[in-house]
T-cell receptor
């Protein structure tokens, strides 16, 4: 079974631009979560989608948004990029939402904002 | 979110057992204890989870204290591939508490 895939793997943008990252979960998984990882803040939860609905949200500004499609694929959008948005963005999928289900992580998208 | 405390780093020798501690004194009765690890240049991967009883799987064992205020991840025979950052995470069963809240984790170094 194929794992979680994220595209693109690397991205360079400039301040003020916007960016869209894509995540394809494992087949059959309906929950997709997004995380931001930086050296200073570590791994931080952004949001979770389940059956096209946002179920959970972290403490990030409204510039960070996401959506999930009917095939469970998810996209994350960051508008008006800032230098501090440079990070590894990780997507994780699981069979269902909830506290027990194991999350499977993708390799991440490395975003650099210049 | 309930917090966990882990040592910043630990060192082990190859083929020896490793005991990675985690303190979670504010754990609630419905919080599950999850462990994930992140190998260099990879996303995190699930290791094991438990509620009250000790748990074993092919990767590791999880020993949970009777009062649930601490737990220990046990790697029975460390290999070089086990060098990673290990995260101990509490996941609540109610409301929005089931998201994964990662702390700083423990950087495990395995010496050949």
């Amino acid at each position: 079974k194929a794992g979680v895939t994220q595209t693109p793997r690397y991205l360079i943008k400039t301040r003020g631009q916007q960016v869209t990252l894509s995540c394809s979960p494992i087949s059959g998984h309906r929950s997709v979560s997004w995380y931001q990882q930086t050296p200073g803040q570590g791994l931080q939860f952004l949001f979770e989608y389940f059956s096209e609905t946002q179920r959970n949200k972290g403490n990030f500004p409204g510039r960070f948004s996401g959506r999930q499609f009917s095939n469970s694929r998810s996209e994350m959008n960051v508008s008006t990029l800032e230098l501090g948005d440079s990070a590894l963005y990780l997507c994780a999928s699981s069979t269902a939402t909830g506290y027990v289900n194991e999350q499977f992580f993708g390799p991440g998208t490395r975003l650099t904002v210049l | 979110d309930a917090k966990t405390t882990q040592p910043n780093s630990m060192e082990s020798n190859e083929e020896e057992p490793v005991h990675l501690p985690c303190n979670h004194s504010t754990i609630s009765g419905t919080d599950y204890i999850h462990w994930y690890r992140q190998l260099p240049s990879q996303g995190p991967e699930y290791v094991i989870h438990g509620l009250t009883s000790n748990v074993n799987n092919r990767m590791a064992s999880l020993a949970i204290a009777e009062d649930r205020k601490s737990s220990t991840l046990i790697l029975h025979r460390a290999t070089l591939r086990d060098a990673a950052v290990y995260y101990c995470i509490l996941r609540g069963s109610g409301g929005s508490n089931y998201k994964l809240t990662f702390g700083k984790g423990t950087l495990l170094t395995v010496n050949p």
